[in-house]
Every structure is written in C-alpha cells, then in structure tokens.
C-alpha cells in the first residue's frame, strides 16, 4: 500500500516505514504529525485518487530528525568584464519516517520505533590467541627488485640550418 501526499509543497510517494526528507517543518523531533492532502492511494491494486485530494484520509509520521542538505554552489561570471560571484546554499530539511497511511475513519494499529544504527563492536581477540595467530602465520618471502625499465634514448638534435649567401 502506497500514497502520493503533498508535504511542504511538494508531492511524495510514502510506504509504511520509509524515510523521506522534507523541507524544514515546524516540529520539534520526535513529534508524531499527519498530513491531510492525500493525493492518491494504492491499496493492492485498488486505486483512489482524489480530485484534488481524498477525504479524510492522511498520512501519519514521526520526526525523526532536522538537519542540512547537501552545499550547492552558485557561481556567475561575465566575461572580458571582470565580475564573478560565488554563492553557497545548503537547504533546511526534516526526516520523517512514515508511520502508515490511513484511509478515512481509520486510526494506526501499532507504531514503528525508529532505531539509530549504532557502531557494531568488534569481537576482542584475547592477547594469547593473538600471538598464537602470529606464530602460526606463515612469513612473506623477501621481495624481489623490481627490473628497472629500459631507458629510452634521447630525441636526436635537427640538422643545423645552412646560412643564405
């Protein structure tokens, strides 16, 4: 089951536990919030599309997090006339995650828990088994020199020029 939903001005195909970024909301994180401009839904198969949207059905989500797209640069330049002019941007987005999309009258069955991927640890190696593994590895043969490459001879010099009498 899918929706197209219109958020902050743009329009958006959601899914129930996908991650969208949008422009800036007002809503601090961790906020639940819904959005009522259903556009489209697509229940298996079974279309509804709305004219302009559908009534009372919306899209609930959680904040997950605000934060800055990625720099664009904006550079303008007029040649042979010495002005160039260089600007940066960086957009002000919120990720929501996507709760579930409701159709009318319905209210949300049980809610996604977003998780923050932590650093996996790596399992420590006990000292001894660490130097049982060094002993038992096998030692690298000594490198062989490298054969240097044949040198290439020298451009040869033009004929000089003979004097005009």
């Given at each position: 089951m899918?929706?197209?939903v ?11 536990g996908t991650?969208v ?10 906020s639940?919030?819904?959005f ?90 006990e ?10 590895a096998?030692?690298k ?5 490298k ?16 004097a005009?009498?």
């Amino acid at each position: 089951m899918y929706a197209i939903v219109e958020i902050a001005g743009q329009q958006f195909k959601v899914e129930r536990g996908t991650k969208v970024y949008v422009h800036r909301l007002d809503a601090s994180e961790g906020s639940k919030i819904e959005f009522g401009n259903v556009l489209l839904i697509d229940n298996d198969g079974a279309i509804q599309v709305g004219a302009p949207s559908i009534d009372g059905a919306k899209v609930a989500a959680t904040v997950l997090s605000h934060l800055k797209g990625d720099k664009v640069i904006v550079f303008k330049k007029k040649r042979r006339k010495g002005y160039q002019k260089s600007n940066g941007h960086r957009q002000q987005l919120t990720q929501i995650l996507i709760q579930g999309v409701l159709g009318k009258g319905e209210t949300l069955k049980e809610e996604i828990k977003h998780e923050a991927k932590a650093p996996k640890a790596k399992p420590v190696k006990e000292e001894a088994e660490v130097k049982e593994a060094k002993k038992a590895a096998p030692k690298k043969a000594a490198a062989a020199p490298k054969k240097a490459a044949p040198k290439k001879a020298a451009p040869k010099k033009a004929a000089p020029k003979k004097a005009a009498k």
